[in-house]
């Protein structure tokens, strides 16, 4: 499925029901699966992510086939090796099956874990047996993924000496472990983390009679772009302005690409309003909060805002490689992106001329489709190929963009124009 877009034809004034977070979904339903006489949990996201990690968690299958969802692949591969007696086949996407996952299962292994690999050294499909783990001490690279270190922190409490994780290298994503560490807590287990060691002993999981998933401040970023390139006012619903969403870090980023951000309590929501401040180079560390990166270049690309955007190491593993993907398709619009090394990507500002309407090109990937359809405001008529893509995440987004006025027309497969 291709969409035309173009944009919408009066001031904007929306209010958006955003998706529920998959982020604290996803941990919450694996935790979930460890505490002792829990019921299900209501009202988690409902989206392609999710339900894959429902399927898994909630079937009884010898395969089990997560398809492009990372987070489940690395949060299963630690749970299914701590259930005891059960063996499986976990595997996903082709390319899925070619995201690293070895020190995750170095990790595993070397507190007893029988994991092996079924093609190729280092990458799934993985074949597991459970079995009860004795915990202890590990030791694993922080700089690769903060997913590898939530699935282990997660089946801590199972293991028989619990266990104390040492952190090695420049820590990414530091948010999303204190995510994990906040969601455990609410369920009863309290990890103890201070520098580059986290510490949590065993114990059992106790279910909370308030467990509540936030909105998604992932999906709220696109919205942010949306207000950063049009004029006036959007209120999204579901934003906790004291979050425990990294992604809420984007209220100050986006103070500097003209959008000031209220928020309200009665309804819970966050108001996006046009401000004439804007900053003449964007700069900005993203090691904390990589899954904005490409919402921030595409937004300082449309503004014309020269631009770096550090910490970018981990977007080369992704759904797809999202830096040489940036860098493909914001040539489409005229702009060169410089990269330094795997974690720097820069603008100068200077933009080439624009040859025909873009038709942009998504990787199977939800965040390259979200980012460039708000590119619609400045080029009326792009085409996004593959939209549906957007259903690992954010299954609404299109119906949203129509209801704050966009315009939406399914197109053949064709070339710009």
């Not at 929306?14 to 979904?25: G, R």
């Not at 591969?77 to 082709?94: N, R, V």
């Not at 199972?158 to 994780?165: A, C, D, N, P």
């Amino acid at each position: 499925m291709n969409y035309r877009i173009f944009p919408p034809e009066e001031l904007m004034d929306v209010e958006i029901t955003l998706p529920l977070s998959k982020s604290i979904s996803n941990r919450a339903l694996i935790i979930n699966a460890l505490t002792p006489g829990a019921t299900a949990i209501e009202n988690v996201a409902q989206c392609d992510d999710t339900d894959a990690m429902l399927t898994a968690l909630t079937g009884d299958f010898s395969t089990v086939n997560i398809g492009a969802a990372g987070t489940a692949m690395r949060f299963l591969t630690a749970f299914f090796a701590a259930q005891p007696g059960k063996e499986i086949e976990l595997t996903g996407s082709e390319r899925m099956c070619n995201r690293p996952i070895g020190p995750l299962v170095d990790a595993l292994k070397s507190i007893g874990a029988d994991i092996s690999y079924i093609d190729k050294e280092g990458f799934p499909p993985l074949r597991i047996k459970g079995k009860t783990l004795p915990g202890g001490m590990l030791s694993i690279d922080a700089g690769v993924s903060s997913q590898y270190i939530s699935a282990l922190m997660m089946i801590a409490p199972v293991l028989e000496s619990g266990l104390k994780i040492t952190l090695e290298g420049e820590i990414i994503s530091m948010p999303y472990i204190r995510m994990t560490a906040y969601i455990m807590e609410r369920f009863g287990v309290k990890p103890e983390i201070e520098g580059n060691e986290i510490t949590i002993a065993h114990g059992n999981y106790t279910y909370p009679t308030d467990f509540e998933v936030e909105g998604d401040w992932s999906a709220a970023s696109y919205w942010f772009e949306i207000q950063a390139l049009t004029c006036g006012w959007t209120a999204l619903r579901g934003l906790h302005e004291k979050s425990c969403q990294g992604d809420s870090a984007i209220v100050d980023s986006f103070r500097g690409l003209g959008v000031e951000t209220g928020f309200e309590t009665s309804p819970l929501r966050a108001s996006l309003e046009a401000s004439p401040d804007l900053t003449p180079r964007f700069i900005a560390d993203l090691s904390s909060t990589p899954d904005v990166a490409q919402t921030f270049a595409v937004t300082c690309a449309m503004l014309g805002v020269p631009f770096r955007l550090s910490g970018l190491r981990s977007l080369r593993i992704k759904e797809t490689d999202r830096i040489a993907a940036l860098t493909r398709e914001l040539l489409k619009v005229g702009v060169v992106l410089e990269t330094e090394g795997d974690e720097v990507i820069t603008w100068d500002g200077i933009r080439r001329p624009l040859a025909g309407i873009p038709v942009f090109d998504t990787y199977d990937d939800h965040r390259m489709a979200m980012c460039l359809a708000p590119v619609a405001v400045f080029i009326p008529g792009i085409v996004i190929r593959d939209a549906e893509v957007v259903g690992k995440s954010y299954p609404g987004y299109w119906d949203d963009l129509r209801k704050a006025g966009f315009t939406l027309e399914e197109v053949e497969e064709e070339g710009a124009e």
